[in-house]
Nanobody, 124 residues
């Protein structure tokens, strides 16, 4: 069982930056690949970024590529999403998720555990 708690969301102006954190409980955090998803108002949840269990492999949605960096600290049981150049269309509830799959997954159905989400609001 893995419990995930996101933090770091907030309200920023367009062009600003935020770093989201996701703290995981459990001793097996390093065996899970992790992902970030987001759900904009009135829309479906969508993939943002993912990182392998070791941190050696990452993958990004085209919408955030070049503006976001996913990383993890297995000693701290934490995964991060650094976002810069934020746009109003980045406004969403951001969720982190954990999957026991050995490879990075972009589909939400492949993830086993989810956090409660953190709100990011970007104003123009």
């Amino acid at each position: 069982q893995v419990r995930l708690v996101e933090s770091g969301g907030g309200s920023v102006q367009a062009g600003g930056s935020l770093r989201l954190s996701c703290a995981a409980s459990g001793r097996t955090f390093s065996s899970y690949a992790m992902g970030w998803f987001r759900q904009p108002p009135g829309k479906e949840r969508e993939f943002v970024a993912a990182i392998s269990w070791s941190g050696g492999e990452t993958y990004y949605a085209d919408s955030v590529k070049g503006r976001s960096t996913i990383s993890r600290d297995n000693a701290r049981n934490t995964v991060y999403l650094q976002m810069s150049g934020l746009k109003p269309e980045d406004t969403a509830v951001y969720y982190c998720a954990a999957t026991s799959r050995l490879v990075i997954a972009t589909a939400s159905g492949n993830y086993d555990y989810w956090g409660q989400g953190t709100q990011v609001t970007v104003s123009s």
